[in-house]
């Protein structure tokens, strides 16, 4: 957190309507920040052709939950619309990146550009502070307050639900501007907060999915814009075996969603292991491992500044998967190769490396 609290600074709380956004506008109003709570609108996927929308459409009610969070708190309340940047920012980017063979990782560019990014700009030029959010991660402060002050991200508390991962790309500007008041709390204790606080919230389920949309059928989505061409799946000994509905529909190490010729009940499941859009096929294994030790990785962002070459970090190629050891070393045009301690498993092209000293988040990549 920041070194210290300074009362009456303005802060936007961006609001969605769960428990962990109104528990972090309650906590500041409590520590005496001047808070105004904001809803993000942004795009929503509908389907033209039947009318209706893709995905489960819960904004006007999430809305309406965060409503009644800011009026139990007594702080002003605004709805913002982002749809357009949404749309272009995050949507536009995950078809892409499927159309090209990749599995993307919209969360994090949600975040880059549209919590961090067009949100926090709006919020400054209105004249706040801060903004802040109820992400389950932490920002530790060393140095001369605005003299030499760095902005450190670290994990959340609760391991269980730390996302850092979907915030590595965070940079000195908007680390310096953010405020994550639950990131030192378990969520049980902040149920318990939201409780005694009579917030209406309080009991509210986690909302599951993509950023702001919620669940949603990856392929029935996809096929909206990419049309599906039926095509082989096939063993690494190039035998084909099965057939697919359309080599960008599927991601690495994915083991359903395709057809292979009856197996024995006692045969191991096919994984993924190599797509090509080009031919439109998908070689498939009995095991998602694979030999490789090194990962290579674009795009780097670094929350202060790069890692040092060779020392030793950890770092996680998936949300939520186990921290592995390795080191780095740095390349050209913002790349890094990262070198790991063991084999890996299927590597996801498009997703996002995220590299770790102790509990800091160092920043990462996207995987090449």
Not at 10 to 30: E, I, R
Not at 100 to 112: E, L
Not at 253 to 271: D, K, L, N, V
Not at 279 to 306: F, G, I, M, Q
Request: proline share 4%; aromatic share 10%; charged share 25%.
């Amino acid at each position: 957190m920041h070194n210290a609290v300074e009362k009456g600074k303005k802060v936007f709380v961006a609001m969605s309507g769960g428990v962990d956004s109104s528990v972090a506008a309650f906590l500041l109003q409590k520590e005496g920040y001047d808070v105004t709570g904001v809803f993000m609108k942004v795009w929503q996927p509908f389907d033209e052709a039947q009318g209706k929308p893709l995905t489960e459409c819960t904004w006007r009610e999430d809305r309406q939950d965060a409503m009644r969070v800011a009026a139990r708190l007594g702080v002003p309340f605004e709805t913002w619309n982002f749809e357009e940047e949404y749309k272009r920012d995050v949507v536009e980017y995950m078809i892409s990146e499927y159309r090209a063979g990749r599995t993307p990782n919209p969360d994090v560019m949600c975040n880059r550009h549209i919590k961090f990014g067009v949100f926090l700009r709006e919020a400054l030029r209105r004249g706040a502070d801060y903004i802040a959010t109820g992400h389950y991660a932490r920002i530790q402060e060393s140095g001369i307050r605005n003299q030499e002050s760095q902005f450190h991200l670290l994990a959340g508390v609760d391991k269980n639900k730390d996302q850092s991962y979907f915030l590595y790309a965070l940079g000195q500007e908007e680390l310096s501007r953010t405020l994550f008041p639950i990131g030192k709390y378990l969520k049980p204790k902040v149920r318990i907060i939201a409780q005694k606080a009579g917030l209406p919230t309080a009991q509210k389920k986690d909302s599951q999915g993509l950023c702001f949309i919620g669940k949603l059928d990856m392929r029935e989505f996809l096929s909206h814009y990419i049309a599906p061409v039926h095509g082989e799946v096939m063993t690494s000994a190039g035998k084909v075996i099965g057939e697919h509905r359309g080599a960008a529909y599927y991601t690495l190490g994915q083991r359903h969603g395709f057809s292979t010729r009856a197996q024995s009940p006692h045969e191991s499941p096919y994984y993924i292991v190599a797509k090509d859009i080009g031919s439109n096929t998908l070689t498939v294994a009995h095991t998602p491992k694979t030999a490789e030790k090194e990962v290579s990785v674009r795009d780097t962002r670094w929350t202060l500044s790069p890692p040092i070459v060779n020392k030793r970090y950890t770092a996680r190629l998936r949300y939520r998967q186990r921290l592995l050891a390795c080191s780095v070393r740095i390349g050209s045009n913002a790349d890094a190769v990262v070198a790991f301690t063991n084999a890996l498993g299927i590597i996801p092209a498009g997703q996002s490396l995220v590299l770790y000293d102790g509990d800091e988040c160092l920043g990462g990549g996207i995987i090449v």
